[in-house]
T-cell receptor, first 110, second 112 residues
Framework: KQEVTQIPAALSVPEGENLVLNCSFT??????LQWFRQDPGKGLTSLLL?????REQTSGRLNASLDKSSGRSTLYIAASQPGDSATYLC?????????FGQGTTLQVKP | DTGVSQDPRHKITKRGQNVTFRCDPI?????LYWYRQTLGQGPEFLTY????????KSRLLSDRFSAERPKGSFSTLEIQRTEQGDSAMYLC??????????FGEGSWLTVV
């Protein structure tokens, strides 16, 4: 069974810190890996998509990496801000049939 | 706004009743997906359509659940004889072939 695990489940940091969210998966033959953001009671917003042939993607203060050999992906957030507070979910699969982790809930304190 | 639209956003129903959710994808997105999310968990895949064809259904989609996309545009997800365990947020998403997936705001279902 394909499984996705996210560590930590929750994280609280002061504003300005750089932080790393971790995602591990059991199926090395993944297709794509995506990172999403979810605000409380809301839908998901795609942050970064890493195609299977790629190793990383960057968007603004966000950088996501993919290491299929170790079954891991990381999301790096630079200079965190209170507006970054949300739940971050990683998911892998082909196009829209995705398997999600349980998410990491991030709180950035002013 | 041209995002994925879901209706209703919230639904409270009595156990045993039928409910239907509607999803309007981003226009020209040929793929449409339904997911279910319970509190504290990531979304779970239910089913997806390419145009009007339902290409895959999860084992989570019991016989009480049915999804349609009759003209390859909007989609409906119907739950018959609702049970308390059906309480969740039902998320719809769409994508053009091979690209990023876009989620709607979700439809919350509470079965009492």
């Amino acid at each position: 069974k394909q499984e996705v695990t996210q560590i930590p489940a929750a994280l609280s940091v002061p504003e300005g810190e750089n932080l790393v969210l971790n995602c591990s998966f059991t199926d090395s033959a993944i297709y794509n890996l995506q990172w999403f953001r979810q605000d409380p009671g809301k839908g998901l917003t795609s942050l970064l998509l890493i195609q299977s042939s790629q190793r990383e993607q960057t968007s603004g203060r966000l950088n996501a990496s993919l290491d299929k050999s170790s079954g891991r992906s990381t999301l790096y957030i630079a200079a965190s801000q209170p507006g970054d507070s949300a739940t971050y979910l990683c998911a892998f699969g082909n196009t829209g049939k995705l398997i999600f982790g349980q998410g990491t809930t991030l709180q950035v304190k002013p | 706004d041209t995002g994925v639209s879901q209706d209703p956003r919230h639904k409270i129903t009595k156990r045993g009743q039928n409910v239907t959710f509607r999803c309007d994808p981003i226009s020209e997105h040929n793929r449409l997906y339904w997911y279910r999310q319970t509190l504290g968990q990531g979304p779970e895949f239910l089913t997806y359509f390419q145009n009007e064809a339902q290409l895959e259904k999860s084992r989570l989609l019991s016989d009480r659940f049915s999804a349609e996309r009759p003209k390859g545009s909007f989609s409906t997800l119907e739950i018959q004889r609702t049970e308390q365990g059906d309480s969740a947020m039902y998320l719809c998403a769409s994508s053009p072939f091979g690209n990023t997936i876009y989620f709607g705001e979700g439809s919350w279902l509470t079965v009492v």
